[in-house]
């Protein structure tokens, strides 16, 4: 039992990072009929936002470590904390919550760059170009990042306050023992509060209202004098905003390397294709369900049984949706079916 | 005339001939004495400077470990050069390197990445050996990659000094002719471990292995099973993960309730780092399990591991090559040359990459020539001292080094940022060397 609700939490965890990028994805191909393969790279940037927000804070002066004395060791002292003391150490310990503020203007502005620099070129052109360009838009800021940070995966840690674990065990009447770290619960929550923000904005803003109408048809919005282009570029910098965030947060979970974001790109196209091209509210629930079951799959009982069925399972649930009800979940009626 | 009748006689005649046809037989050999020098492949020849291939992940989960290495390796080549204090040149026995290079032809080198991939690292040595021609290739931080190179190396006729292998397999079934290891193996770490974990934790534990799913993830599983079985310990589940995964809470859920009360995490670098980090964040080490304190292993241990996994790491028991905080000469001598280097001690990884390549050039050296079978036979049965673990033999029959092996601990109240392992035990030699032919492998031909 206690194992079960850690898989599901894990499942819930896992499901928490499918969905934010799921639901940037769907969202820009939902308004600007875009499939943005450099979605995932997104994600990766919004990563390295928090390491490189760690990186500044962690800006040091090498001092001798008189410890070593058969040969010249150094010790690294940030500045922050031989200016500030104290509160400069606890500064840099928050790093990862800074860089979740810092994350939220520059992707924004990532974002709107990319659509304007780039992606509003490819409108009007077919999926296949739009995919050949925006994969190797991905693989070129894949590369940037490789160039800046290196190819290795960069460690970040949570503040010390929640970098513990939180006694789930007795918050659920189990046992006092059962833990879950801190952080994770943090995630899962903050997937909540952002999917959360984006369907209110677009459920109860006017701007939100008009976005949906275009998203309906496009062409009426437009023939009632609104500049349509222009609220669909802000949509797109919203998903990129979403998808950084999804990447800032994930820093303490795994460390970031410059690929990251093409591991959750295949997964988030899976899910977008499970929950239904286009439909919001199915890539979130498909990001959750999908994150679950893989988490389930993993179970030592159900791999004895079926060996490595947890590298796969995605996948199986993907081909056995696009068989038997192509528009996925919550998909609408006509998308992907002939 | 009647001289030359009486000296022409046919028994002079045959005696001549058997002269003559000896001395045509003979003749090739004597002039053409060390012609097979010209016949290998890359030989040097007159060139003033020689190639070694340093062949090192520098991306990917070992990373970590690849950029020690090649630190390392630079440095060895300097004091093979004879620049910088020498290093171990000053303690090494028997030595013939004079510090003038190999033969007098300066060490230059190049590098690769192996990106702790198999096809990478043969794709990576091949160049180097077809282009860059190099007379030795060396390094590595994975058994898949050591076996993969290694017989690459065997099929180019090139010496392949192993870095960090672990894996029985290196010297064992997939042992080759053309392949050295310095480091130890999976099968001494469990021999050196297996005492010590049952003095400190008891006979009856329930362990539960998470397992890198490659070669040297399975030589570590069998011979941690054997070794903690026959101690009377359960293995409740081996389970392996996929190497690089970053994210294991899925793996170390399920250890929660399965009734374990040992850890055995048999990962190396980042995914080490990774999955302690993770195994702690999920309260593990603070668990009761069966009324016993929940504990973790960790095999293969490095400075570099507890390095990045911090406090995570205290109390934590494993073995490793060699440690920094050897006193012995050839120890210190190392130490003090790194660290004036870099700034920092070296880890195992660098130590095991840096004495290959001493011990490399000084077989060169004393057999006077780089001609591989030579060199071979030379390394073949070597024992040698001075290197950081006391009396070393390199066995003849598969290739493997056998010298003392460190249990270590993770230091709970470390004096220095680098003092991140204790050694617990030093465990003798006899205790760790196993037949030859436990693992059976042929070392294949000398010419190929």
Not at chain 2, 121 to 137: F, L, Q, T, W
Not at chain 2, 194 to 202: D, F, H, I, S, T
Not at chain 2, 413 to 431: M, Y
């Amino acid at each position: 039992m206690d194992s079960l609700l850690l898989q599901l939490l894990n499942g819930l965890d896992k499901g928490g990072a499918y969905a934010l990028i799921a639901l940037g994805l769907t969202l820009v191909f939902g308004t600007l009929g875009v499939v943005n393969f450099a979605h995932g790279a997104l994600f990766m940037l919004g990563a390295f936002v928090a390491v490189s927000v760690n990186a500044l804070l962690n800006t040091s002066k090498q001092i001798r470590d008189e410890s070593i004395t058969f040969f010249e060791a150094f010790i690294d002292q940030p500045y922050l904390e031989i200016w500030f003391g104290e509160t400069g150490t606890t500064i840099i310990e928050w790093s990862a919550p800074i860089a979740i503020v810092v994350a939220v203007p520059v992707m924004l502005l990532v974002g709107l760059a990319m659509e304007r620099g780039l992606i509003r070129f490819f409108y009007k052109r077919s999926h296949a170009e739009q995919i050949l360009v925006t994969f190797g838009l991905a693989i070129v800021l894949g590369e940037i990042i490789k160039v800046i940070f290196g190819a290795n995966p960069i460690p970040q840690s949570a503040p010390p306050v929640v970098a513990g674990a939180a006694p789930v065990g007795s918050w659920f009447g189990l046992s006092e023992t059962l833990v879950y770290p801190w952080w994770r619960l943090i995630y899962l929550f903050c997937a909540f509060v952002i999917i959360g923000a984006v369907f209110a904005f677009l459920r109860f803003t006017t701007y939100g209202m008009v976005v949906r109408a275009g998203m309906a048809d496009r062409e009426t919005v437009g023939l009632l004098g609104i500049d349509i282009e222009r609220r669909f570029t802000v949509v797109f910098g919203i998903a990129a905003v979403v998808a950084g965030l999804a990447g800032a947060m994930y820093t303490p979970i795994v460390p970031p390397d410059y690929h990251i974001g093409m591991n959750f790109l295949v997964l988030s196209f899976v899910v977008v294709v499970v929950g239904g091209m286009g439909s919001l509210p199915g890539a979130v629930a498909a990001g959750f369900l999908l994150g679950v079951i893989q988490s389930f799959a993993s179970i030592g009982a159900v791999k004895e049984i079926l060996p490595g069925i947890d590298q796969i399972i995605i996948y199986l649930i993907a081909v056995l949706i696009l068989l038997t009800r192509p528009r996925g979940l919550l998909g609408r009626k006509g998308v992907m079916e002939s | 005339m009647s001289s030359f009748n009486r000296s022409t006689t046919r028994r002079r005649v045959l005696k001549g001939g058997a002269v003559l046809a000896g001395g045509a037989v003979l003749a090739p050999t004597v002039f053409t004495r060390g012609a097979w020098a010209e016949a290998f492949r890359n030989n040097p020849g007159d060139a003033g400077s020689v190639t070694l291939g340093f062949n090192v992940p520098q991306t990917g989960p070992y990373a970590d470990e690849g950029a020690d290495e090649l630190r390392a390796y630079q440095l060895a080549v300097k004091h093979i050069n004879g620049e910088g204090d020498g290093g171990m040149l000053n303690t090494m026995q028997p030595l013939a390197l004079k510090g003038n290079g190999i033969l007098g032809k300066k060490v230059e080198y190049v590098t690769g990445d192996t990106q702790t991939k198999s096809d990478a690292a043969r794709a990576s040595a091949k160049r180097m050996i077809e282009r860059d021609g190099v007379v030795m290739v060396t390094g590595g931080s994975s058994s898949g990659v050591a076996v993969a190179v290694q017989s690459l190396c065997q099929d180019m006729g090139v010496i392949f000094m192993a870095g960090l292998t672990h894996a029985n397999d290196t010297t064992g079934k997939d042992r080759r002719r053309y392949g050295f290891r310095h480091f130890f193996n999976a099968h001494m770490s469990a021999a050196a471990l297996g005492p010590v974990l049952e003095a400190q934790m008891g006979k009856e534990r329930r362990s539960y292995m998470l397992t890198a799913d490659y070669n040297w993830g399975w030589s570590v599983e069998g011979s941690m099973t054997q070794v903690t079985e026959n101690m009377g310990w359960e293995t409740v589940s081996q389970v392996r993960t996929p190497l690089g995964a970053g994210d294991f809470s899925q793996y170390i859920t399920p250890v929660l309730d399965s009734g374990a009360d040992v850890l055995v995490l048999i990962h190396y670098g980042k995914d080490m780092v990774d999955s302690l980090t993770q195994a702690v964040q999920f309260g593990l080490r603070d668990k009761q399990v069966n009324g016993r304190n929940f504990e973790v292993v960790v095999p293969l241990y490095s400075r570099l591991m507890a390095q990045g996994a911090g406090k995570n790491v205290a109390g934590i028991y494993g073995s490793t090559n060699w440690h920094w905080s050897l006193q012995d000469a050839g120890t210190q001598a190392f130490v003090k040359s790194f660290g004036q280097e870099y700034g920092f001690p070296p880890s195992q990884a660098a130590h095991t990459c840096y004495v290959q390549a001493l011990l490399y050039a000084n077989a060169v050296e004393s057999v006077g020539t780089f001609y591989p079978v030579e060199v071979i036979k030379f390394l073949e049965g070597f024992e040698f001292d001075g290197m950081g673990n006391g009396p070393t033999l390199y066995r003849a029959e598969d290739h493997q080094c056998f010298k003392p092996v460190l249990v270590v601990k993770g230091n709970e109240n470390p004096s220095s940022q680098f003092d991140l392992l204790e050694v617990v035990q030093e465990v003798p030699t006899e205790q760790i060397t196993y037949p030859h032919d436990l693992y059976a492998g042929d070392l294949g031909p000398y010419d190929v």
